[in-house]
């Protein structure tokens, strides 16, 4: 049987990428730019995806491993290429947190995936949710799980089901191309394009067009690591800009009218780094060509050698955002851009949550998820309550939150009260609103700790301690597994990174390290900044609520008048955050 399975593997497998022509031997420093070093691999995961690009993995997918099992797939394939169609092994059970690092990648991984399936933008209609809920109920143990990024996760996805839920997928206008690897991953977009009355601009045209001419396109599947984009033409700048490799954020120039500011070479991770202005103006028919070109200096100039080094942030911060808007103009656009304006603060929150009226005077209601958890059983409920008042549009949010769109003003009583009664608040909660959660030691292999049934639990807990209390504007508290940072907690209030914890008694025990202060522009904030860590500010699991209780005490005890908790978190002295 195996002799048949590789014989059939190489049958479909495509013939090698080319590598480049012979190059002249690299000084010693090479970074492994392609425009400046050649295209010779630097190491496995180049050699990978120079032998072999991604995208063709899904031919292999269909004809062999789904018809054969997982012991018949590549392990080349399992472990790098599957990514390319949104695939991962997912951990198996029973592992605690303290063997993470001490197992090897095989050890850890199960004979079922993660699939991640792309949103761009956020957009889902009636037809897609039931789709996704049966597809959830069918082949994911019920698992469907939001992200920060727009995305759903589904888990315990078998090899030989996948041909069939891409076929339900695609045959309702969804994909999981890309969703993961060393390409442009899901593209943040507004989760109000098109509908808030405050809107500066719709990029819902951009974002489709880009994705139709460029996701699943050769040219662009094969970039140093991976590329995540933000666009949003709404003035709270609700797509987390700050933190993503190329965002456009709406502004209005004063002589060109409303367009978009470019950001670029913003990431978090183990070495975080925000994204910087290069001072230019792109209109609205520019957007397109702009990413294009922003993404091909990534892939001509990114740095291959080192996988810790091929973020474009390190690009941007060997190069500045001079240099890289000159090679921009000069070597991919052809023209140069207007200078313009950066965005003005926001002022109204960015997370939507509430009810908003719509420019067409219909509503949408902004409904908190508590840590992104969700299920097929749940989007089944939801589409239920959508059709029986003869709605159609749900758009996902970069902050794990699920707005329902063109509700009528007579109906907003009922619908708020009924998805109130599926867990689906529309109030401005003490926490329940501002926490956040990526996918833990349940399913992801990295992770150290549990993250979603412990935000769930803290939650509940939190709002019944501190319910004598009212604060002055929401306290973000964000559950990272990882030091990998997936929860954004170097730009939370309270970020918690999982790590293991020793006790005075000297037992070890899931925990994690604390930063405070963090937090991305809003309207409580004029500027991104990173959280404080305070050295040997760590908190067990099993603690969590009462040092997140006491932390909020003290703030509330000790601010001034209009003092932020980031305000706070940064000013007092270490005694006050231990």
């Known amino acids: 049987m195996e002799a048949i399975v590789s014989a059939q593997v190489d049958e479909v ?10 190059r002249p031997s690299r000084s010693k420093k090479s970074n492994g730019q392609w425009k400046v070093d050649g295209s010779e691999p630097l190491n496995k995961n180049e050699v990978d995806k120079a032998e072999d690009n ?34 991962y092994t997912q951990r198996k059970p029973g592992i605690d947190g303290g063997r993470t690092a001490k ?33 959830a109920d069918d082949f994911a143990n019920g698992s469907a799980d939001l992200t920060d990024r727009q995305n759903i996760q ?30 442009p991953r899901g593209f943040l977009g507004s989760p109000v394009a098109g509908i808030a009355a405050d809107e500066l601009i719709d990029p819902t045209p951009a974002i489709e067009e880009i994705t139709r001419r460029y996701i699943g396109d050769p040219s662009l599947s094969n970039l140093p690591r991976k590329y995540k984009t933000a666009i949003t033409g709404h003035p709270s700048q609700d797509v987390v800009h700050e933190i993503n490799d190329c965002s456009l954020v709406a502004v209005e120039h004063p002589d060109h009218g409303v367009g978009y500011d470019l950001w670029v070479g913003g990431a978090l991770s183990v070495v975080p780094r925000f ?27 990114g740095y291959r050698r080192l996988r810790n080094k091929a973020r474009m942030k390190f690009l941007l911060a060997d190069w500045g955002p001079e240099k890289l808007r000159d090679v921009l103009e000069t070597e991919y ?16 929150a960015g997370d939507h949550v509430g009810v908003h009226r719509q420019k067409d005077g219909k509503h949408f209601i902004g409904t908190t998820l508590v840590a992104g958890r969700a299920s097929g059983s749940l989007f089944h409920q939801i589409a239920d309550l959508v059709e029986e008042y003869g709605l159609d549009r749900i758009r996902l949010t970069p902050h794990q939150k699920i707005l329902v769109l063109d509700v009528d003003e007579s109906d907003l009583d009922d619908v708020v ?11 401005k909660d003490l926490f329940r609103r501002s926490v956040m959660a990526c996918t833990g030691i349940e399913y992801c292999k990295l992770a150290i700790v549990e993250t979603k049934q412990t935000a769930i639990d803290a939650v509940n807990r939190l709002e019944e301690r501190l319910a004598d209390i009212d604060l002055p504007h929401p306290i973000s508290l964000h559950l990272n597994g990882c030091p990998n940072s997936c929860a954004r907690i170097q730009t939370a209030d309270i970020g918690l990174k999982g790590q293991i914890v020793t006790t005075d008694d000297g037992e070890q025990v899931p925990g994690f390290q604390v930063h405070v202060g963090g937090g ?20 067990t699991v099993d603690g969590l609520e009462e040092y997140v209780e006491k932390l909020v005490r003290r703030f509330l005890d000790g601010r001034s008048e209009t003092e932020t908790f980031s305000q706070w978190a940064h000013r007092v002295e270490d005694e006050e955050l231990v």
């Not at 993995?57 to 949104?86: C, M, Q």
């Not at 200078?339 to 003005?344: E, F, I, Q, S, T």
């Not at 009260?417 to 109030?427: H, P, Y």
Request: a negative charge; charged letters at 30%.
């Open 333 to 348: 656009l052809g023209y140069r851009l207007a200078d313009g304006p950066a965005p003005p603060k926001p002022m109204v």
């Open 154 to 183: 589904l888990h315990w996805v078998e090899i030989e089901n996948v041909p069939e839920i891409w076929r339900r997928l695609e045959a309702v206008g969804m994909q999981t191309t890309e969703a993961c690897g060393d390409v």
């Open 13 to 22: 497998r495509q013939s090698p990428g080319s590598r480049g022509s012979a």
């Open 417 to 427: 009260a009924r998805l109130d009664g599926l867990g689906l608040s529309s109030r």
């Open 520 to 539: 991305l522009a809003s309207k409580d904030r004029d500027e991104a900044g990173l959280g404080r860590t305070v050295r040997g500010l760590k908190v």
């Open 54 to 87: 991604g995208l063709n993995v899904r031919t292999r997918i269909e004809e062999v491993y789904s018809k054969h099992g997982f012991a018949s797939i590549d392990p080349d394939d399992l472990h790098g290429r599957f990514r390319w169609w949104g695939l």
């Open 275 to 301: 994204a910087e202005r290069l001072g230019a103006w792109v209109a609205p028919d520019q957007v397109v060509d702009v990413w294009l070109g922003v993404t091909e200096i990534f892939r001509d100039y």
């Open 103 to 135: 197992l090897e990648p095989h050890e850890l991984e199960d004979e079922y995936f993660m699939m991640r399936i792309r949103t761009d933008g956020g957009r889902l209609n009636l037809e897609q949710l039931r789709t996704i809920a049966q597809i």
